[in-house]
Protein backbone atom coordinates (compact mmCIF):
# COMPACT_ATOMS: atom_id res chain seq x y z
CA UNK A 1 0.00 0.00 0.00
CA UNK A 2 1.56 2.83 -0.93
CA UNK A 3 1.46 6.01 1.72
CA UNK A 4 0.90 9.51 0.57
CA UNK A 5 2.97 12.39 1.55
CA UNK A 6 2.13 15.01 4.45
CA UNK A 7 2.06 18.30 2.88
CA UNK A 8 4.26 20.88 3.60
CA UNK A 9 3.82 24.19 5.15
CA UNK A 10 3.11 26.26 3.22
CA UNK A 11 5.03 28.81 5.68
CA UNK A 12 7.88 26.75 6.07
CA UNK A 13 11.44 28.34 4.56
CA UNK A 14 9.18 31.85 4.68
CA UNK A 15 9.91 34.20 7.73
CA UNK A 16 6.66 34.77 9.63
CA UNK A 17 5.53 38.14 10.55
CA UNK A 18 6.64 37.81 14.14
CA UNK A 19 10.23 37.14 13.03
CA UNK A 20 10.19 39.87 11.10
CA UNK A 21 9.45 42.04 13.94
CA UNK A 22 11.99 40.94 15.61
CA UNK A 23 14.36 41.31 12.98
CA UNK A 24 13.67 44.74 11.97
CA UNK A 25 13.57 46.17 15.50
CA UNK A 26 17.23 45.13 16.14
CA UNK A 27 19.66 46.15 13.55
CA UNK A 28 20.97 49.63 14.28
CA UNK A 29 21.20 51.66 11.45
CA UNK A 30 24.85 53.04 9.82
CA UNK A 31 24.01 56.59 10.94
CA UNK A 32 22.83 55.06 14.73
CA UNK A 33 26.36 53.44 14.72
CA UNK A 34 28.20 56.28 13.55
CA UNK A 35 27.02 58.96 16.11
CA UNK A 36 27.58 56.33 18.97
CA UNK A 37 31.25 55.98 18.40
CA UNK A 38 31.65 59.74 17.84
CA UNK A 39 30.06 60.09 21.53
CA UNK A 40 32.57 57.29 22.56
CA UNK A 41 35.37 59.35 20.86
CA UNK A 42 34.52 62.69 22.20
CA UNK A 43 33.89 60.90 25.00
CA UNK A 44 37.64 59.36 25.78
CA UNK A 45 39.00 62.92 24.54
CA UNK A 46 37.36 64.88 27.49
CA UNK A 47 38.24 62.23 29.73
CA UNK A 48 42.11 62.50 28.85
CA UNK A 49 41.93 66.31 28.67
CA UNK A 50 40.68 66.54 32.11
CA UNK A 51 43.09 64.44 33.81
CA UNK A 52 45.55 66.03 31.85
CA UNK A 53 44.90 69.29 32.94
CA UNK A 54 44.30 68.10 35.78
CA UNK A 55 48.14 66.77 36.35
CA UNK A 56 49.16 70.12 34.84
CA UNK A 57 47.40 72.67 37.69
CA UNK A 58 49.28 70.07 40.41
CA UNK A 59 52.30 69.77 38.77
CA UNK A 60 52.23 74.04 38.52
CA UNK A 61 50.81 73.98 42.36
CA UNK A 62 54.22 71.93 43.42
CA UNK A 63 56.41 73.78 41.40
CA UNK A 64 55.15 77.14 42.76
CA UNK A 65 55.04 75.39 46.18
CA UNK A 66 58.88 74.00 45.43
CA UNK A 67 59.73 78.00 44.42
CA UNK A 68 58.26 79.47 47.94
CA UNK A 69 60.25 76.70 49.76
CA UNK A 70 63.55 77.70 48.54
CA UNK A 71 62.80 81.08 49.53
CA UNK A 72 61.99 80.69 52.74
CA UNK A 73 65.18 81.33 55.43
CA UNK A 74 63.93 80.31 59.35
CA UNK A 75 66.67 79.78 61.72
CA UNK A 76 65.99 76.62 63.55
CA UNK A 77 63.44 75.07 61.16
CA UNK A 78 63.98 71.00 60.94
CA UNK A 79 61.05 70.39 59.27
CA UNK A 80 59.66 72.90 56.61
CA UNK A 81 56.37 71.77 54.45
CA UNK A 82 54.96 72.98 51.11
CA UNK A 83 51.86 73.55 51.03
CA UNK A 84 50.18 74.30 47.36
CA UNK A 85 48.35 77.52 49.35
CA UNK A 86 50.14 79.93 51.18
CA UNK A 87 49.16 82.44 53.30
CA UNK A 88 52.75 84.64 53.17
CA UNK A 89 53.81 82.74 56.51
CA UNK A 90 56.71 80.19 56.54
CA UNK A 91 54.97 76.39 56.66
CA UNK A 92 57.76 75.42 59.21
CA UNK A 93 56.21 72.06 60.73
CA UNK A 94 59.31 71.72 63.66
CA UNK A 95 61.22 74.73 65.27
CA UNK A 96 64.14 74.53 67.24
CA UNK A 97 64.81 78.02 69.12
CA UNK A 98 68.40 77.38 70.21
CA UNK A 99 69.61 80.67 71.75
CA UNK A 100 73.54 79.75 71.38
CA UNK A 101 72.92 79.65 67.91
CA UNK A 102 70.99 82.81 67.68
CA UNK A 103 72.89 84.23 70.33
CA UNK A 104 69.92 85.36 72.28
CA UNK A 105 69.15 84.62 76.02
CA UNK A 106 65.39 83.44 75.24
CA UNK A 107 62.16 83.08 72.63
CA UNK A 108 60.62 86.72 72.30
CA UNK A 109 57.58 87.90 71.47
CA UNK A 110 58.25 88.40 67.93
CA UNK A 111 59.65 84.78 67.21
CA UNK A 112 56.58 83.68 65.62
CA UNK A 113 55.51 86.42 64.05
CA UNK A 114 56.95 85.10 60.45
CA UNK A 115 55.54 81.68 60.83
CA UNK A 116 51.71 79.92 59.56
CA UNK A 117 50.96 79.33 63.31
CA UNK A 118 48.51 76.34 61.89
CA UNK A 119 51.22 74.16 60.51
CA UNK A 120 54.00 74.45 63.27
CA UNK A 121 53.52 71.18 65.53
CA UNK A 122 56.67 71.10 67.83
CA UNK A 123 58.65 73.53 69.28
CA UNK A 124 61.63 72.93 71.16
CA UNK A 125 63.81 75.16 73.30
CA UNK A 126 67.21 74.59 73.67
CA UNK A 127 70.65 76.31 75.53
CA UNK A 128 68.75 79.59 76.71
CA UNK A 129 70.55 80.99 79.93
CA UNK A 130 67.39 83.48 80.75
CA UNK A 131 64.56 82.04 79.60
CA UNK A 132 61.18 83.98 79.81
CA UNK A 133 58.22 82.18 77.77
CA UNK A 134 56.55 84.87 75.86
CA UNK A 135 52.42 85.13 75.87
CA UNK A 136 52.57 84.69 72.47
CA UNK A 137 53.84 81.04 73.17
CA UNK A 138 49.42 80.79 73.86
CA UNK A 139 49.41 81.38 69.43
CA UNK A 140 51.20 78.25 68.62
CA UNK A 141 47.43 76.23 68.61
CA UNK A 142 48.88 73.90 66.29
CA UNK A 143 51.37 72.66 68.85
CA UNK A 144 51.40 68.61 69.67
CA UNK A 145 54.72 68.81 71.41
CA UNK A 146 57.06 71.47 73.68
CA UNK A 147 60.33 70.45 74.83
CA UNK A 148 62.70 72.44 76.83
CA UNK A 149 66.18 71.54 77.38
CA UNK A 150 69.52 72.61 79.24
CA UNK A 151 68.41 75.95 80.02
CA UNK A 152 67.47 78.52 83.14
CA UNK A 153 63.70 79.05 83.37
CA UNK A 154 63.76 82.69 84.50
CA UNK A 155 60.05 83.23 83.91
CA UNK A 156 56.83 81.44 82.59
CA UNK A 157 53.88 82.49 83.85
CA UNK A 158 50.20 81.85 83.39
CA UNK A 159 50.02 84.33 80.49
CA UNK A 160 52.26 82.77 78.48
CA UNK A 161 50.82 79.26 80.09
CA UNK A 162 50.06 75.70 78.08
CA UNK A 163 46.83 75.93 78.29
CA UNK A 164 43.70 73.37 77.71
CA UNK A 165 41.97 76.38 75.10
CA UNK A 166 45.05 77.98 73.55
CA UNK A 167 46.36 74.36 72.71
CA UNK A 168 44.14 71.94 72.31
CA UNK A 169 45.91 69.24 70.37
CA UNK A 170 49.51 69.19 72.88
CA UNK A 171 50.41 65.27 73.29
CA UNK A 172 53.73 65.77 75.34
CA UNK A 173 55.22 68.08 77.62
CA UNK A 174 58.88 67.06 78.28
CA UNK A 175 61.62 69.68 80.16
CA UNK A 176 65.07 68.32 80.55
CA UNK A 177 68.25 69.56 82.05
CA UNK A 178 67.01 72.77 83.00
CA UNK A 179 67.39 74.59 86.42
CA UNK A 180 64.55 76.66 88.15
CA UNK A 181 63.81 77.02 91.64
CA UNK A 182 59.96 75.41 91.43
CA UNK A 183 57.77 74.22 89.10
CA UNK A 184 56.66 77.02 86.48
CA UNK A 185 53.33 78.29 86.71
CA UNK A 186 53.35 77.85 83.20
CA UNK A 187 52.92 74.15 83.46
CA UNK A 188 50.82 74.08 86.38
CA UNK A 189 47.79 75.44 84.55
CA UNK A 190 44.68 73.00 83.03
CA UNK A 191 46.50 71.33 80.46
CA UNK A 192 44.97 70.37 77.54
CA UNK A 193 42.46 67.29 77.60
CA UNK A 194 45.11 65.14 75.08
CA UNK A 195 48.02 65.82 77.08
CA UNK A 196 49.33 61.99 77.51
CA UNK A 197 52.34 62.81 80.12
CA UNK A 198 54.77 65.77 81.54
CA UNK A 199 58.12 64.43 82.23
CA UNK A 200 60.65 66.62 84.47
CA UNK A 201 64.34 65.32 83.97
CA UNK A 202 67.81 66.67 85.54
CA UNK A 203 66.73 69.59 86.79
CA UNK A 204 67.00 71.17 89.86
CA UNK A 205 63.76 70.97 91.30
CA UNK A 206 63.86 70.11 95.19
CA UNK A 207 59.95 70.49 96.14
CA UNK A 208 56.62 69.39 94.28
CA UNK A 209 53.43 71.18 94.56
CA UNK A 210 50.55 69.01 96.81
CA UNK A 211 48.00 69.85 94.46
CA UNK A 212 49.27 68.65 90.78
CA UNK A 213 46.39 66.02 91.48
CA UNK A 214 43.72 68.93 91.49
CA UNK A 215 45.62 70.64 88.84
CA UNK A 216 46.17 68.47 85.96
CA UNK A 217 43.82 65.76 84.48
CA UNK A 218 44.48 62.05 84.18
CA UNK A 219 47.96 61.15 82.57
CA UNK A 220 49.56 58.39 81.04
CA UNK A 221 52.90 59.32 82.86
CA UNK A 222 54.21 62.30 85.46
CA UNK A 223 57.78 62.20 85.81
CA UNK A 224 60.20 64.07 87.71
CA UNK A 225 63.76 61.45 87.07
CA UNK A 226 66.78 62.38 88.17
CA UNK A 227 66.27 66.30 89.92
CA UNK A 228 66.89 67.19 94.07
CA UNK A 229 63.38 65.47 95.73
CA UNK A 230 64.27 64.56 98.99
CA UNK A 231 60.82 63.98 100.01
CA UNK A 232 57.28 63.07 97.94
CA UNK A 233 54.00 64.81 99.39
CA UNK A 234 51.59 62.34 100.23
CA UNK A 235 48.80 64.34 97.73
CA UNK A 236 51.19 62.89 94.85
CA UNK A 237 50.15 59.82 95.51
CA UNK A 238 46.28 61.05 94.81
CA UNK A 239 47.45 62.11 90.90
CA UNK A 240 45.77 59.51 89.00
CA UNK A 241 48.03 58.76 86.22
CA UNK A 242 49.57 55.32 85.24
CA UNK A 243 53.10 55.66 85.89
CA UNK A 244 54.34 57.81 88.39
CA UNK A 245 58.01 58.19 88.28
CA UNK A 246 60.98 59.41 90.74
CA UNK A 247 63.69 57.87 89.54
CA UNK A 248 67.31 59.35 90.53
CA UNK A 249 66.51 61.62 93.20
CA UNK A 250 67.70 61.85 96.72
CA UNK A 251 64.76 60.00 98.64
CA UNK A 252 65.95 58.00 101.34
CA UNK A 253 62.77 57.66 103.25
CA UNK A 254 59.31 58.11 101.97
CA UNK A 255 57.05 57.99 105.04
CA UNK A 256 53.77 59.76 102.92
CA UNK A 257 53.28 56.83 101.18
CA UNK A 258 52.02 55.10 104.33
CA UNK A 259 49.08 57.80 104.01
CA UNK A 260 47.41 56.13 101.06
CA UNK A 261 43.81 56.61 101.36
CA UNK A 262 41.55 53.64 101.47
CA UNK A 263 40.70 52.06 98.27
CA UNK A 264 43.93 54.08 96.55
CA UNK A 265 45.44 52.07 93.24
CA UNK A 266 49.04 53.05 91.93
CA UNK A 267 49.70 51.41 89.06
CA UNK A 268 53.32 51.91 88.88
CA UNK A 269 55.75 53.28 91.15
CA UNK A 270 59.29 54.05 89.63
CA UNK A 271 61.87 54.36 92.71
CA UNK A 272 64.94 53.30 91.34
CA UNK A 273 68.36 54.75 91.90
CA UNK A 274 67.30 56.73 95.08
CA UNK A 275 69.06 56.88 98.50
CA UNK A 276 66.14 55.10 100.02
CA UNK A 277 66.63 52.71 102.83
CA UNK A 278 62.68 51.57 103.63
CA UNK A 279 59.65 51.51 103.06
CA UNK A 280 57.00 52.38 105.81
CA UNK A 281 56.64 49.59 108.09
CA UNK A 282 52.70 49.69 107.74
CA UNK A 283 50.09 51.03 105.40
CA UNK A 284 47.33 53.06 107.65
CA UNK A 285 44.92 51.49 104.84
CA UNK A 286 44.88 48.33 103.93
CA UNK A 287 42.80 48.61 101.13
CA UNK A 288 45.42 50.70 99.42
CA UNK A 289 47.48 48.81 96.69
CA UNK A 290 50.68 49.39 94.66
CA UNK A 291 50.27 47.47 91.43
CA UNK A 292 54.13 48.03 90.32
CA UNK A 293 56.78 49.32 92.32
CA UNK A 294 60.25 49.70 91.13
CA UNK A 295 63.30 49.76 94.02
CA UNK A 296 66.01 48.68 91.92
CA UNK A 297 69.21 49.54 92.75
CA UNK A 298 68.59 51.77 96.25
CA UNK A 299 69.78 50.43 99.39
CA UNK A 300 66.37 48.49 101.30
CA UNK A 301 68.10 46.18 103.34
CA UNK A 302 64.28 44.66 104.12
CA UNK A 303 60.45 44.34 103.27
CA UNK A 304 57.55 45.29 104.93
CA UNK A 305 54.75 42.87 105.68
CA UNK A 306 52.29 45.20 103.63
CA UNK A 307 54.78 44.33 100.50
CA UNK A 308 53.30 40.47 100.21
CA UNK A 309 48.99 41.90 100.51
CA UNK A 310 49.24 45.45 99.01
CA UNK A 311 51.25 44.77 95.98
CA UNK A 312 51.22 42.45 92.95
CA UNK A 313 54.95 42.98 92.22
CA UNK A 314 57.99 44.64 93.35
CA UNK A 315 61.18 44.97 91.43
CA UNK A 316 64.42 44.79 93.65
CA UNK A 317 67.38 43.83 91.55
CA UNK A 318 70.60 45.63 92.91
CA UNK A 319 69.71 45.84 96.44
CA UNK A 320 71.36 45.17 99.89
CA UNK A 321 67.72 42.89 100.63
CA UNK A 322 68.12 40.81 97.18
CA UNK A 323 71.69 39.69 98.14
CA UNK A 324 70.69 37.30 100.82
CA UNK A 325 68.02 34.57 99.57
CA UNK A 326 64.26 34.96 100.96
CA UNK A 327 62.74 31.88 102.90
CA UNK A 328 59.27 33.23 102.69
CA UNK A 329 57.84 31.87 99.67
CA UNK A 330 54.56 34.90 99.56
CA UNK A 331 57.35 37.44 99.78
CA UNK A 332 59.58 35.49 96.85
CA UNK A 333 56.35 35.53 94.74
CA UNK A 334 56.28 39.21 95.11
CA UNK A 335 59.38 40.49 94.80
CA UNK A 336 61.86 40.24 91.86
CA UNK A 337 65.52 39.65 92.68
CA UNK A 338 66.63 39.71 88.77
CA UNK A 339 66.46 42.89 86.51
CA UNK A 340 63.30 44.28 85.40
CA UNK A 341 62.70 43.66 81.37
CA UNK A 342 63.05 47.14 79.59
CA UNK A 343 59.31 48.31 78.21
Given at each position: ????????????G?????????F???????????????L????HA??????????????L???????????????????????W????????????????????????Q??????D????A?F??AH????E????????GS???????????????????????A?P?L??????????V??????????P???????????????????????????????????E????????FL????V???V??????????AM??A??????????????????????????F?????V?H????????????????????G?????????????????????????
Amino acid sequence: MAVKPKARSSTMGNPTSTDTQVFTANPQSPDQWKSLHALLRWKHAITVAVFSLWGAIVLLLHLLAVQRAASYEVLGCRAMTRPWFSNGKVPCASLVHDCHAQNTTTPDQSSFDNLDLDILATFSIAHCPGLEMPPSFQSLGSLVAIHVYNSTIVSWDVESSISATAHPRLLSVVLVRLQMVKVPQGVLQPLPATVLGVQFSHTNIKTLPNDLYLRWHPLVGIFFDYGELADIPFQMFLSPAHVLSFVGNQIETIPTLAMLPAGAVIPELELTANPLKELPATLMEPTAFIISMNVQHTSITNMPEWVKTNTQVVWAYGTPFCATPMADPTLASRVMCFERPAG
